[in-house]
């Protein structure tokens, strides 16, 4: 396969200026960063919402497309048929997922091992280390089937280590360890985004100040970007949207970068253009809440005395506000709304009902049972708010712990924060908790998306709105928690029905969170500027 620079383009294109006038204007169209037919998809790692999934098999064709998974990454020396892995394709509706795997290069240039690809709408590369990517297909007919699906008008996409590959400058290939970021032999990926760099994994694993740090100044010739888990930039041409549960990030792009960091942040439902470098359209521009009616909200903290807070306002899968005030800048450029948490206090309780609703589909207990001995208060009543002894958590926590074999903070993480890639959050023996809005995002996410919390695909019965309170705001069904009963401190509001979610996060015992979450709420729903 021949790959051709941007600058032998240029020329390409000057030359056809000169030769060929009504053809330099449809040369002048050819995307320079990304595909001319079909798309890309480059996910940060963790787990994938249905937005993430089921866009990648849209762009593929469709549930009946043949959709080729990749697990070379993870460096087995085999991979079944029937690989659990690609579990997430099917679950989301592939009918026809076809894992394609091997370590020997002669192989990976017979016709027989790429003749599946030749019908394949879609090519996903999974997680690992890179450069067994590379050692296995760089250079041969497989490599060049690949970028065949893209030509055809297919996508292909990945995660992670399958992100990375997507590049034209691979990061982190070196066989020593991910912490190498350019690594002499392993610095070339399949090219499928010209001209770029990718990294993941960059707010789970604090790596936001790695691009800017080794290859920003030696390679500024190159556009870095980056996502968090669970985030994906979806490319065509040269256009790129923003989807899924976080933030992604623009290294070495025209716009001016974020207060005191060397890179752009965009967030889901933003769009930006790979070749000028510039963003296109913000999300907030389309919504009636705006940073400054948020400010205006927020304006009393922060300063000298007065209590620090997160806000995050989202609809439809796009972020609107995500912002702190009163939050000092983090290490290694972490997001002042990801780091510091907050102590979530009744915010809590949500997710110890989904814990309890988990072990009950494992038949480990029921929910009508007392919550300890000689204690005839039932578990629902605690989840439900029905009883509200101060104790009432703590008990439900340890009797929790005690059926699931672990401890309260193990089944947490495992169950809840694990498949949803809460990093951050942490929660103790006695059920209290601590997060961040966008850590909640995720979580309200899942919620109100019924999915997320069965890591085997095969389904889980749970009721999302159990451990909340079930009212409405105006014409609006909302559930809701508080940080304390009389909304105090903290507030998650969700509107399943319009998919509008608003959080609040405050170290103030006295702050009218609920307040001021209707407020960016009434704002949101029922604002004439809509």
Sequence with gaps: ???????????????????????????????????????????????????????????????????????????????????????????????????????????????????????????????GRQWHLVDSYAGTKTEKAFHEVLARGGVTGGSSAGASILSSYMLRGAREGNGTIMAPGYEAGFDFLHNVAIDQHVVARERLADLADSLMPKRPDLLGISEDEGT??????????????????????????????????????????????????????????????????????????????????????????????????QAKYMPTTTVPNFPLGDLANGYQALAAQLLVNEGKLTLDEPIADGNATTIRQVITGASQLPDNRRLVAELLARRAGSTYAQLVDRQLFAPIGAHKSMVDAAGEMQSNVDE???????????????????????????????????????????????????AILRFPDQHAIVIVLTSGDAVDARGLAERAAERLLFSSAR
């Design 1 to 127: 396969m021949i790959r051709v620079s941007s600058a032998q383009s240029r020329h390409v294109i000057a030359l056809a200026a000169i030769v060929f006038p009504a053809a330099a204007l449809a040369a002048q169209e050819i995307p320079r960063v990304g595909p001319p037919r079909g798309a890309v998809v480059v996910v940060g790692g963790g787990a994938l919402g249905p937005e993430v999934v089921g866009t990648f098999i849209r762009l593929a064709g469709g549930p009946d497309a043949v959709i080729i998974d990749v697990p070379t990454a993870g460096g087995a020396p085999t991979y079944p048929a029937d690989w659990k892995g690609a579990n997430f394709l099917r679950a989301a509706g592939a009918r026809h997922v076809v894992v394609l795997h091997t370590i020997d290069r002669s192989v990976a240039d017979a016709d027989s091992f790429v003749a599946v690809l030749k019908t394949a709408g879609g090519v996903w590369f999974e997680g």
């Design 232 to 329: 994906a930039w979806v490319v065509r041409g040269d256009t790129a949207d923003i989807i899924g549960r976080n933030k992604a990030f623009v290294y070495g792009g025209r716009d001016a970068t974020d207060p005191g960091a060397p890179f752009l942040t965009l967030r889901p439902g933003d769009r930006y253009d790979l070749a000028a470098r510039r963003v296109l359209h913000r999300a907030v521009d389309e919504s009636p809440v705006r940073e400054s009616f948020v400010d205006s909200l927020f304006s009393a903290f922060g300063g000298p005395g007065a209590p620090t807070a997160t806000v995050l306002v989202a609809q439809n899968g796009k972020v609107f506000i995500d912002k702190s005030y009163g939050i000092a800048p």
């Design 440 to 490: 909640l995002y995720r979580w309200a996410l899942v919620l109100d998306q019924h999915v997320g919390f069965d890591r085997a695909g095969t389904g889980v019965s749970v009721d999302s709105a159990l451990g909340w309170t079930a009212d409405r705001l105006r014409s609006a069904t909302r559930l809701a928690e508080y940080g304390v009963r009389d909304g105090r401190r903290n």
